[in-house]
């Protein structure tokens, strides 16, 4: 063979070399389906997104995690981010846009058990049907559940009645709505708007231009009735009330197998870490796998104050690993490998919680086993409602949340150690007093000051409290906290006449006369980190 011809054949066959390594590089990356579209039960079209990790096949299925988005959001469409960290481990990605929002038609009905749910069950057994997808038995795929917010509440509901659910992961979820948007009879205003106006605008656009079609649906009526009606008296009535707590997701949760990591966030204003807590509690007592955890974010969004400084080191994140969330990441992939395929993995301690400091701490168990619920001294005092005079007078430069204009306070010191303590759960103040005028609102919140006098609002969280005229005596929770109270601190209790979060009081002039004792959930501090 002379040299041309050898060339020739050298070319020819770095050609076909090269042509029959193509498709070995394709087989490596991801396939993503997109749209798909399926018809749930009533005939709305529910747009989806599959993502097949390589070597998925009829004959090498893998099991899938379903990821959807929060309220007024629509579905991720390509192999990035978590989505493409499942992928390389081997998992599915299955994502759909919810009823009422992104290229889905049908109206919102806030992950309820008769819309929303029943969406689901379609989704399943369309991924039943693909043969890429591992099955548990025919009809049930080999599947795990991640999302925060509208996507970990449809977790909860779907979990406890479709048990084809293997392992769930609801971030930042809800457990009593009506306690979530109205605690103790008052309507978080600025939450109300956002939701209401976010939702409704991104639902709207992203439908007419759907794959299904155009779809013009948003919100099930009642949610327009409800902003209406809040918005114009401050309550909801009978019928509406009633509308928001069949989907409170606690109402599920006793009927729920699938072990569950719990994920809450400390400075969610929307939805405080009792949310979670309430979950814990009862799948803990059913004996189901169970593993809560909360770090220094959540629902903040536009509504961050500047006290976050202080609550979160690093912004709203605050991890200490840079504010990326590989802790929280590591933790989620290792629940989904152990309860979804089966590996003999470490998933952290039963509770991991993150505080102020940017770390996490461990426990065995929530509430920590050396809890205790600690009176403090009685406080006494007298305040006026926004637009009088009475209290300490006004608020300025207090920490967040910021405060009504005209309102006035009243603080005292409630605990104060020599030693680090762990402030973990649900402190609890008791109130007797008078009411002077036809109603009257206040609003306690834990202060933390440093021995510089610097004050920081314990987890950003404040809790209204609304009350009829004339005498009362009540108990009130506040919210959920994961507080590390360090040497030489003390806590404070303040309570107000009014605050920008919140609504306000409608029935005219007021003053409050009353006598506070707190408890709180102290515990020795923590002698290690969890990571």
Known sequence: MNSRARIALGLVLVVAASLIAAPAVAQNE?????????????????????????????????PVILYTHGWGGTRITSATGTAESLLEKGYAVFTWDARGFGDSGGEANIDSVEFEVKDVQA?????????????????????????????????LQTAGIDHRVDAIVPEIAWADLPRSLTPNGVFKRNWNYLLYGSG???GTVNGLDSPAGPQTGVYAPEIHQAFAEINATGTLSGRLLEWFE???????????????????????????????????????????????MTYCGGHTGNLVHPSLGANCPGGTSGYPDGGDGSIYEARRLAWLDRYVKGLKVSTGPELEWQAQDGYYYGGTRFPLPATKMVSTETISSSLAGPGTTGGDGPLEGNPAPQYEQGAVAASADVFSSKHAMSVVGIPRVELKGTVNGLSGILFLKL???????EAVTVNDQT???????????????????????????????EVSTGSTQYDFNRMGPYSVDFEATTYLPLAPAPTSKAV
């Open 200 to 202: 409704a605008a991104t």
């Open 30 to 62: 991801p396939t993503v389906e997109n749209p798909i579209i399926v018809e749930s039960f009533d005939g709305t079209p529910i747009v989806a997104t599959l993502m097949l990790p390589a070597g998925a096949s009829d004959t090498s299925p893998v």
């Open 447 to 453: 202060v933390d000051v440093g021995p510089d006098g």
């Open 123 to 155: 989704l399943m057994d369309y991924l039943a049907g693909r043969p890429e997808i591992e099955l548990d038995k025919p009809g049930d795929p080999r599947m795990g559940w991640i999302g925060g917010s509208y996507a970990g509440g449809i977790q």
């Open 463 to 493: 809790m209204p409290l609304r009350l009829e005229g004339g005498a009362f005596e009540v108990t009130v929770d506040l919210h959920g906290v994961t507080w590390l109270l360090q040497p030489g601190h003390t806590l404070q209790l």
């Open 246 to 292: 069949a989907r409170s997701t606690i109402l599920r949760t006793p009927d729920i197998t699938a072990p569950t990591m719990l994920v809450q966030g400390t400075v969610d204003t929307l939805f405080p870490l009792e949310e979670a807590f309430d979950h814990y509690k009862i799948l803990k007592r059913n004996g189901v796998p169970v593993k809560l």
